[in-house]
């Protein structure tokens, strides 16, 4: 049976601006999407239709986004009477309609969002779970439970302090399963919350992020950041069993050909700009004085190609992801694949618009031997496709943010069902995080 209805509507994200849902309605029932959003796209991945009137919900409504969807994509798909199980067939037929390369006249988000409401209205019709589904689309006959990526600190253009690193994250790679990852690094974030509330003197709770993580006033290095959060792991009990992870998000601090770590001060002078090869040298001796730092993500610039080289060397003894640099852009992930600028990715369906498309820069980057981390967006929903998506394409390490806020534990708890669903099946990453899928 072909499908049988589509229809959107503008529904609001984690930090109340809009974004959409998408309804499919198919002889097997109603299957719900709903669309993650970004708050600082990138010039190179696939583009968000909004409607930019400043008069209406600052510019940022999308119901030109429903109009396409209910319009333009839902008579067209009707018509091709394509079924919800032809997944590849119905992707194909959205980038047809669009015709450009960066999905800006249909919009990602529209297309994203029927693209998911298709693949789930797919597991429903042949009677599978979700992620069980987008293993069978992505020809994956081994599923891995992935390492939670759990961001503890917030800094960079999205927190109130003067931390340049956007995220400062915890990777329990020593965990026994998923659950008892969950266990780890609430347990760090309890602990971490503790201290900054001693620090600070101030009382609990303490206030958060978009992404559930801390933003203590105090700390202005990074190398405090680290500091306390290696304190928090080992006070927790588990020094060796939980790593670090860094998302720099170079591009936020790039300014003149150089890197400005005071970007967001008042002593934020061009004189003191670092170039490339002194940022790396800092990184370098983040990784000695830190050992448990194991991955950074965008060191560099996102079009400081040369300054991303000045890693190259050091991709052994460190994880080095592409999510700004590479943006879900195939172009882009494939010349940094050829010339090794880093050894991962990081996978957004928003950057990039379609579950098929996002299934084949997965399949690119195991092919070519790099790892890859399904992410979450800074505006996200209640909806935890994401989760099913990590798991079926069997990610070495997922990143929703901190174990709090719903719409971040959600997800969490979404992989959790699955650990319990697969039983003696379920395979937990740990410290394969990086190749969980090359055992």
């Known amino acids: 049976m072909p499908i049988q ?9 984690s930090r109340g601006e809009p974004t959409l849902e998408v309804d499919m309605i198919t002889d097997v029932g109603l299957l719900r999407a709903c669309v993650p959003s970004i708050l600082t796209p990138s010039a190179n991945q696939a583009q968000e239709l909004r409607d930019g009137n400043e008069a209406m919900y ?13 319009n333009i994509i839902a ?16 992707d194909s037929l959205l980038n047809r309609l669009d015709g450009t390369e960066n999905k800006s006249k249909l919009g990602a988000n529209a297309i994203l969002g029927v693209s998911i409401a298709s693949c789930k209205a797919g597991a429903a019709k042949k009677g599978l779970p979700v992620y069980r589904y987008i293993a069978e689309l992505a020809e994956n006959s081994e599923l891995y ?24 994250m ?5 965990a026994e399963s998923f659950a008892d990852a969950m266990k780890m690094g609430t347990e760090v974030y309890k602990v971490l919350e503790r201290k900054i509330a001693t620090a600070q003197e101030i009382q609990l709770p303490l206030p958060v992020s978009d992404e559930g993580a801390f933003t203590p006033l105090e700390l202005e290095e990074d190398r405090e950041a680290l500091l306390l959060l290696d304190e928090s792991i080992r006070e927790a009990g588990y020094e060796g069993r939980i790593k670090i992870a860094l998302d720099m998000a170079a591009s936020a601090f790039y300014k003149e050909g150089g890197y400005d770590l005071q970007f967001k001060t008042e002593e934020s002078d061009p004189d003191d700009y670092m170039e490339a090869e002194a940022l790396r040298d800092q990184y370098l ?22 300054g991303w080289l000045t890693m190259a060397d050091h991709q052994e003894e460190v994880q080095i992801v592409a999510d700004d640099l590479t943006a879900m852009n195939i172009d882009r992930i494939e010349e940094a694949i050829e010339r090794q600028m880093a050894n991962a990715i990081t996978l957004k369906m928003s950057q990039i618009g379609t579950v098929t498309e996002t299934i084949n820069c997965a399949r ?6 790099w790892g890859y981390v399904v992410a979450a967006c800074q505006g996200e929903t209640e909806d935890n496709f994401v989760a099913d998506l ?38 937990y990453a740990g410290i394969h995080f990086r190749h969980p899928f090359a055992r």
Not at 158 to 164: F, G, S, Y
Not at 364 to 369: D, E, P, T
């Open 285 to 306: 001796e983040y990784l000695s004085e830190y050992p448990s730092v194991v991955s950074i993500e965008d060191p560099f610039d996102q079009d400081d190609w040369e």
């Open 390 to 427: 990590a798991v079926g394409l069997s990610a070495g390490q997922f990143k929703a943010g901190a174990p709090c806020r719903t719409e971040r534990t959600a997800k969490y708890n979404q992989l959790l069902r699955i650990e319990e669903e697969l039983g003696k099946d379920a395979k």
């Open 5 to 13: 209805k589509l229809k959107a509507r503008q529904i609001f994200d």
């Open 145 to 168: 439970l992935p390492v939670p990526s759990f961001t503890m600190i917030s800094g960079g253009r999205h927190a109130n302090n003067t931390l340049p690193c956007e995220k400062f």
């Open 58 to 70: 600052h510019g940022r409504s999308v119901f030109r986004a429903v109009d396409v969807i209910n």
């Open 75 to 90: 008579p067209q798909l009707l018509k091709s009477r394509l079924e919800a199980c032809q997944q590849m067939e119905i």
């Open 170 to 174: 915890i990777l329990p790679i020593g």
């Open 364 to 369: 690119l980057a195991r092919i070519s031997n």
